[in-house]
């Protein structure tokens, strides 16, 4: 039975399920936004429905807030292979969505502007002091790439560590990076909801591991240094 007292079983429920809940949250953001089905600059949409438009900010907040979490907890996968290349893509993904949710704090400036000025004397504002070297370079360049780059390879040093289907990291890239090839729009749909599927399927065959299975990616070690021996016949 699960104790939250388990640090095997806690570490191992809570990467399972983020890997489920994080991508989706990004994708109902993506059908509540009025800019998806509409315009797709903030300062119309928000006006069109400002509730829609909140809630859709704080959806993709907390995708993106939970997301590095999710990572963290795939990097346990490649304790044994592909150890280098994984940790490296890891600190990519959560770089990298750290500062896309930090960049959220833009949205209410770029409502507020778009509420008290005409919509092109607005976006001239936001774009003067979004476009600021200490935003550009503290927050945008390149750090909000790493997250959609080092996700897919993140998840590419899983399938080397033979967790998982080389497909799952396919489908995920070709989600975030193709997204990029497309406007904001209906069409981006299919494309974010691609990685709710591979990551949900990640997320479920963590869920169905054992204790022993999780703990089995530890290093070989002494008794008692890096897990203890009473998970080698624990299960879930």
Known sequence: MFKM????AFRRSVTGVLLFVAPL???VAL???PGTWGDDREMVSYGDNPALAQLESLLYH????LVPIAAFGLLHLVRRKAVVFGHIAGGMTII???SVSALLLMDPVEWWFGQHYPVEQGQKMFDEVFNLP???FGFTLPWIYLGMIGLPLLLLAVWRAGFV???VSAVVAVGYLGAIAVPYSPLTIPFWGAPVIAMGYLGLKVLRMTNADWASYYPSADPG???PDSYANTTA
């Not at 907390?62 to 807030?65: L, N």
């Open 31 to 33: 059908l509540v936004d």
């Open 5 to 8: 007292s388990d640090s095997v």
């Open 62 to 65: 907390w995708s993106w807030v």
């Open 96 to 98: 990298g969505y750290i």
């Open 225 to 227: 240094v890096t897990t």
């Open 134 to 136: 200490g935003v550009i």
């Open 25 to 27: 949250l990004q994708f």
């Open 165 to 167: 289907h080389w497909w």
